[in-house]
């Protein structure tokens, strides 16, 4: 059969500096937001990111889309996102034989979808990026333009496309032209730069980012006093930070604004919690941890998740003292003792964490339910076609290999 294929994979982003807020005075579709924004790219090596394969065949009868080997209900047509990001990277592909065929978009996350680790940013940007590989489009060369395709799929997928240190121009114009994503500096700039992600609930969070966004615009004068009088000047302070390698300045933007963003969800009527206990238990602890000086910093997503940066020759220490105070007893998880409880650059089994450990208890045993170790990493990008052999995602016939329907 006549296939053309093409796979991506993309890195997810955890924003320092956060977007909160679409512009609601604009057309809805361009997504555009209310202030600018900053992230570190996280490294897709480490097990967190997307692979999407897009397959176009003259033999598709219509647009299809497979998440995790599941196919998504009447095909694309009811996902309104996935459906604008097709219809303006058929606009961006000059080959009009090629943009009239019919594709397969199939794609797969390595961690959890919609748990606050920033999957839609890793989602809508491989999306583009693999799209950009059928169509023709070449990806350095139009890098301003795909990141504004991924704007409309999701705001943070803007940013995953760069690796690095990455801002978000939220940009004046109404048609959405100038919002877009620049690289402040690369990945080998600050490659110190560690990230540990606390996994204290993998499942779908409560209120979606649209919907909370849409309340908070709509309810907080919070959240309007911040993007109009606070964001600006903490953008230019931590771009000046990175790229100064000024870890105490960046941490102490990030934690504030991660605390700020909470603040405008508690601000928003009705109040939207995302932090919960344990959340709140590891805020405490990094305060305590950094008693004397600035080592570690956290930052939270619209979800209970942690991430914490911080530079390599601190992130052991740190993982001993989580590991101290979460990892599960030896009674929780009897059914799979061996599962990775620290994955990405550090690996190890819950059982190898408890070997090390004496037998403490305390009150929030197992409530981190695993974490990844990585780091500062690259944009996003197109398998060459021998990584595609074995990472692709389609069987010959253009179906995802592993089928769950
Ligand atoms: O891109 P969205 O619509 O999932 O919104 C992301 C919002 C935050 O993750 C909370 C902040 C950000 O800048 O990534």
């Known amino acids: ?124 940007a491989c999306m583009v990026t693999a799209l950009s590989g059928v169509y023709n489009i070449d990806f350095n060369n139009n890098i301003k333009e795909l990141s504004m395709v991924a704007r409309q799929g999701s705001g943070s997928a803007t940013r995953s496309l760069l690796g690095g240190f990455v801002k978000w121009n939220k940009g004046i114009k109404d048609d959405g032209t100038d919002s877009y994503a620049i690289q402040i500096a690369k990945y080998e700039h600050w490659k110190e730069m560690e990230a540990i992600i606390l996994v204290v609930n993998e499942h779908k969070k409560e209120i979606s980012s649209t919907n909370g966004m849409t309340d908070s615009v709509n309810t907080s004068l919070l959240l309007n006093y911040r993007a109009e009088n606070i964001v600006e000047k903490r953008l230019n302070e931590i771009c000046e930070a990175y790229k100064n390698k000024d ?37 405490q602890l990094i305060h305590k941890l950094n008693n004397k000086n600035i080592k570690y910093c956290y930052t939270f997503d619209a979800g209970p998740n942690a991430v914490i940066f911080t530079l390599k020759e601190n992130t052991q220490n740190l993982l001993n003292e989580l590991l101290k105070i979460y990892c599960p007893s030896l009674s929780d998880c009897r059914d799979n003792p061996k599962f990775n409880y620290v994955r990405g650059r550090t690996k190890l089994t819950r059982d190898d964490v408890r070997n090390q450990l004496n ?47």
């Open 1 to 124: 059969m006549d296939i053309i294929q093409c796979t991506a994979i993309a890195p997810s982003n955890l924003a320092c500096i956060k977007y909160w807020g679409k512009n609601l005075k604009v057309k809805k579709e361009l997504n555009l937001p209310i202030n600018s924004s900053v992230s570190i790219t996280l490294d897709y090596n480490d097990e967190l990111k997307t692979t999407t394969t897009i397959v176009l065949s003259k033999n598709f009868k219509k647009d299809r889309l497979f998440l995790n080997g599941i196919e998504e209900d009447d095909g694309c047509y009811n996902n309104k996102r996935v459906k604008i990001v097709l219809n303006e990277m058929r606009k961006l592909c000059k080959d009009e034989n090629l943009k009239k065929l019919n594709l397969h978009i199939i794609s797969e996350n390595s961690f959890p979808t919609a748990a606050g680790l920033a999957s839609s940013a890793a989602g809508y």
């Open 247 to 283: 870890f105490n300045t960046f941490a102490l933007l990030t934690m504030k604004d991660s605390n700020q963003f909470h603040a405008t969800c508690l601000d928003t009527y009705p109040p939207i919690f995302y932090l919960n206990d344990v959340s709140k238990s590891i805020i």
């Open 359 to 405: 037998s403490l208890s305390t009150p929030y045993q197992g409530k981190i339910s695993y974490i990844y170790h990585t780091g500062v990493g690259k944009g996003s990008r197109i398998l060459s076609k021998e990584e595609e052999k074995i990472e692709g995602l389609a069987d010959k016939n253009g179906y995802p290999k592993k089928y769950n329907n």
